[in-house]
T-cell receptor, first 115, second 115 residues
Framework: AQSVTQPDIHITVSEGASLELRCNYSYGATPYLFWYVQSPGQGLQLLLK??????LVQGIKGFEAEFKRSQSSFNLRKPSVHWSDAAEYFCAVGALTGGGNKLTFGTGTQLKVEL | NAGVTQTPKFQVLKTGQSMTLQCAQDMNHNSMYWYRQDPGMGLRLIYY???????DKGEVPNGYNVSRLNKREFSLRLESAAPSQTSVYFC??????????????FGPGTRLTVL
């Protein structure tokens, strides 16, 4: 079965600083990988996704992520963080099963941005 | 195009009471999902429906039942609510289909408290 680990529960960065959120996955085949963001009291919004091809994927709001198969990682990055980026971020791995498509989420990383 | 809608937004129950959480999507998606979100645990899959007429258990199905009423609607029922079911519940949908994989679209969530 697939699994996702987000080793950082909380991260604090200063506005304008760079950001990297870590994600490691476990999956036997080629993974489908996603990053979602959740603002307080809101649902989840997709930031970016990786299915195949170029291992560096661009998403919304200036985020990007790099798939590294050798490290089983899919880390999320942003060159310059804005105060509005404060939210919780979830990495997820997807799989096709006999019953359909299933996502497994990490436990999330809470991002705080200091002004 | 409303996307994924959930009702109610908030609910308080007493232990032993029953209720049904409603979810509907207007994107003609095949697959629908119910998750619960608890602090420090990310999102965990309760039940899912790969297509109209089918339902399958996810990671944490105990204490819940589901009904895929039609292609648009997927309800989650708590027959006898317990304090351990206090959580935020999210419904999601995906176009899906064999060989296809796309992002899940999430509803805004239902915040449930069981006293």
């Amino acid at each position: 079965a697939q699994s996702v680990t987000q080793p950082d529960i909380h991260i604090t960065v200063s506005e304008g600083a760079s950001l990297e959120l870590r994600c490691n996955y476990s999956y036997g085949a080629t993974p489908y990988l996603f990053w979602y963001v959740q603002s307080p009291g809101q649902g989840l919004q997709l930031l970016l996704k990786y299915f195949s091809g170029d291992t560096l994927v661009q998403g919304i709001k200036g985020f990007e992520a790099e798939f590294k198969r050798s490290q089983s990682s899919f880390n999320l990055r942003k060159p310059s963080v804005h105060w509005s980026d404060a939210a919780e971020y979830f990495c997820a791995v997807g799989a096709l099963t006999g019953g359909g498509n299933k996502l497994t989420f990490g436990t999330g990383t809470q991002l705080k941005v200091e002004l | 195009n409303a996307g994924v809608t959930q009702t109610p937004k908030f609910q308080v129950l007493k232990t032993g009471q029953s209720m049904t959480l409603q979810c509907a999507q207007d994107m003609n998606h095949n697959s629908m999902y119910w998750y619960r979100q608890d602090p420090g645990m990310g999102l965990r899959l309760i039940y899912y429906s790969a297509s109209e007429g089918t339902t399958d258990k996810g990671e944490v199905p105990n204490g819940y039942n589901v009904s895929r009423l039609n292609k648009r609607e997927f309800s989650l029922r708590l027959e006898s609510a317990a304090p351990s079911q206090t959580s935020v519940y999210f419904c999601a949908s995906i176009r899906g289909g064999r060989g296809l994989y796309n992002e899940q679209f999430f509803g805004p969530g239902t915040r449930l408290t069981v006293l």
